[in-house]
């Protein structure tokens, strides 16, 4: 544990959840360890999209139900994953080792990102683990990306999103794109997901990159 340093994972209450799950099991795939971060607004989101509860007794078990189905819904679209190298810390636990810039981290990963935590870290209002870390991942000029869900975007949190690029913060809205030949709503959720771990440094593979070839990400027609 002593050499252990993970990405910090953080969940809001963004409609999104699928991102999240995505952006989890690349990281994993990879061999990253991860601390996950579960905001309490967000085991709402989780539940209306999934019908998954995440229950802090339980997480280990809700959270392999989460990971295992895919974007459109269905259960068991994703076998195997292994979660033996994840830590998992109460959203309401101020005194958790990601609360501290002592505690060793390769940065953090906020995906969904609602508009209220925008507000929070943009602001430093540390009002949960998920807003106190990233706060910290700022201070101590780590890598944090935020991966913003929400649209359409008013002033006062697009003035909040340049306050985190100004502090060093990456402001990646979830916006998916369809040159890379999305036939399934798996692979917009994972486009987004991608660019998400490409501005982390994380190596995935979970889209195709543009490669100057146009037509090249067009859907083959099965006929």
Same mark, same amino acid.
């Given at each position: 544990?002593? &050499? ?6 953080? /969940?809001?209450? =963004? @409609?999104?959840?699928?991102? %999240?799950?995505?952006? *989890? ?76 810039? &002592? ?6 990963? /906020?995906?969904? =990102? @609602?508009?209220?935590?925008? %507000?929070?870290?943009? *602001? ?100």
């Amino acid at each position: 544990m002593s &050499s252990r340093s993970p990405w910090i994972v953080g /969940v809001s209450g =963004a @409609s999104g959840t699928p991102y %999240a799950a995505s952006v *989890l099991r690349a990281l994993l795939a990879a061999g990253e360890s991860v601390d996950l971060v579960v905001s309490r607004a967000s085991r709402l989101t989780l539940l209306d999209e999934t019908g998954i509860p995440f229950r802090d007794a339980h997480w280990r078990e809700d959270l392999a139900q989460w990971l295992a189905r895919g974007a459109d819904g269905k259960p068991g679209t994703f076998d195997g994953i292994d979660l033996e190298d994840v830590r998992y810390w109460p959203a309401g636990d101020l005194a958790a080792g990601p609360s501290s810039g &002592s505690y060793p981290a390769k940065g953090m990963i /906020v995906v969904p =990102a @609602s508009t209220a935590c925008v %507000a929070g870290v943009a *602001l430093g209002l540390s009002k949960d683990l998920l807003q106190r870390a990233a706060s910290v991942t700022l201070k101590e000029r780590r890598p944090l990306v935020v991966t913003v869900r929400e649209t359409p975007l008013n002033g006062q949190t697009l003035k909040h999103l340049v306050t985190l690029d100004e502090a060093g913060a990456v402001v990646l809205p979830a916006a998916p794109a369809f040159y890379a030949g999305a036939t399934h709503i798996q692979d917009l959720v994972d486009f987004v997901a991608g660019r998400t771990l490409d501005a982390a440094g994380v190596p995935h593979t979970l889209y195709r990159r543009w490669e100057g070839e146009i037509g090249g990400g067009s859907p083959k027609d099965p006929h």
